[in-house]
């Protein structure tokens, strides 16, 4: 059985990071057309505040991806842009974990106990 190599790591990790990068710029970029499509020719209206739009909720973002709405789309790319750092920590600790660096999987877990309870214990509106 060959010994897992630090290289490897590194390129899965670099492999995680760049097909996350390109997959959200993709994803925006769809979003874009299709928000430009249906909406290229609207005049905002600045004097009236309309309150948080749906595309900003989990609710609305799902809802609007499976009903093609380009704002919805634009961002899911951009929740897909945040998470692939955070995603990369993740694969970081595996990679830690598969070559016995007990230490540094401790301290990654850690960093990523750290991200997700600041994500989950935000004051979000």
Not at 6 to 30: E, H, N, P
Not at 82 to 108: H, Q
Request: net charge positive.
């Amino acid at each position: 059985m060959n010994k897992l190599k630090d290289t490897d790591i590194q390129a899965v990790i670099g492999w995680v990071l760049r097909t996350g990068v390109m997959l959200s710029v993709g994803i925006v970029f769809l979003g874009g057309a299709i928000y430009l499509y249906r909406h290229g020719h609207d005049v905002t209206d600045y004097r009236t505040f309309k309150g948080i739009p749906a595309y900003v909720q989990l609710n609305g973002i799902i809802n609007g991806i499976l009903t093609f709405r380009g704002r919805s789309i634009i961002q899911c790319g951009i929740i897909l842009l945040i998470a692939t750092p955070i995603i990369r920590v993740a694969f970081s600790a595996v990679g830690f974990a598969l070559e016995k660096d007990y230490l540094y999987t401790g301290i990654t877990l850690l960093v990523l106990l750290i991200i997700l309870a600041s994500m989950l214990g935000g004051h979000a509106g």
